[in-house]
């Protein structure tokens, strides 16, 4: 069967300029370039050149070419968005975003494209590696579409890419690791998705601020690496994690604004190092197994507007460090096993604060579990070693103060092993 002509366009190209000395590669001590949303500087060890243009077609053939490759994986395009894909002007395309070269990149071209933004295309497909010849890709953005399949290895070639969001599609197996070799990358999107399997260490380790796991089919452990995270939100919700949350879990960067890890299989005691996310405003760790009481570090989570730990198996009495907490909005405990709470608790219903303790074991309160069930709490017995309170006291003092604990160490990037 005879070839496409993007075929032999491409391979062309590859004869005319390898990869191992193009000026997206980075070799060992060389340069690496850094553009992020056409802010900085790029430096380079290339000293080739991109294909020639003219004024009638300002941007590379290869991107044409990669451009018209990825069309042809394209099976469905209900909306007629591909329409457009048509001659080699690609900055016409629709979805298709150019700007001028990064400052310093060694481009003929006096346009490149710089974003794909196909959201709620409902295109039905699959990605192709021809993708990654779009060097100077800043975003990507394909959203609620029928892409189906893996994610390509060669993502990693994207040297500028900064955002990837390929949430609501029908991406299936393991967990896509090229994306972690993305030197740029700062958002990661593979929400509501079919991904399974065990997430690498790699994952917390990084510059990702932005890593959005959730309404997949992952499992196993969060990576213990999880301290290390320098993100703002993490949301791992509505998959199948197991084990305990990692007891470097309060030791993450300062900017961690959002937490979610509802609806897991998580058990054991919350981390008493909870309290040393002192800038969190969103911590939910509903619907999973985890017990014992609460630490008392929580007093030192002084930003937090939204405290869910719903549908859990907590018992004892719901101290007064969670409802005396200044930023609060929203507290729910409702079904778990907690057996009274004080009259700073009573306090929130005459406040603007949503308070939910349903489906608990407190007496003389209305919409509480049937006593037989307050008899075996499950976890009842798991000791975890709390700290006194007096130390939680000592930790929010500290936090004003501007003192936090050193970032847990973890084993370095260049120890894992190397994708394929």
Known sequence: MQKAWWYHLLLAFFQLFSLKTSAFSVGIGGGVGVWINGRGTTTTTASTQAPPTSPSNPTSSVEYAALQAWKSAITEDPSGILASWVGPDVCSYRGVFCSEPPEGASSSSSSVVAGIDLNHANLKGSL????????YLSIIHLNSNRFS??????????????????????????????????????????????????????????????IFLNNNQFEGQIPMTLGASRASVITLANNKFSGSIPPSFGYMGPSIREVLFLNNELTGCIPEGIGFLSDVEVLDLSFNSLAGHLPSSLTCLSDIEVLNIAHNQFSG???????????????????????GFSQDCDKLFFGNVGFDFSGNCIPGRDMQRPPPECMGIPGGGL??????????????????????????????PTSFPSLP
Do not use: H, W
């Open 149 to 210: 399949g893996t994610i390509p290895d060669s993502f990693r070639e994207l040297q500028y890419l900064t955002e990837l969001d390929l949430s609501n599609n029908q991406f299936s197996g393991p967990f896509p690791t090229s994306t972690l070799r993305i030197p740029n990358l700062i958002y990661l999107d593979l929400r509501f998705n079919s991904f399974s399997g065990k997430v690498p260490d790699e994952i917390f380790v990084g510059d990702l601020d932005g």
């Open 383 to 412: 000791s975890c070693l709390r700290i006194p309170a007096a130390k939680a006291v000592a930790c929010s003092r500290a936090m004003v103060q501007g003192r936090r604990m050193p970032a847990m160490p973890y084993t370095s």
């Open 128 to 135: 192709v590696k021809e993708l990654s010849f779009l060097v």
């Open 317 to 339: 009495e719901l101290p007064d460090v969670v409802c005396d907490l200044k930023s609060l909005q929203n507290l729910t405990v409702s079904y778990n096993f907690f057996s």
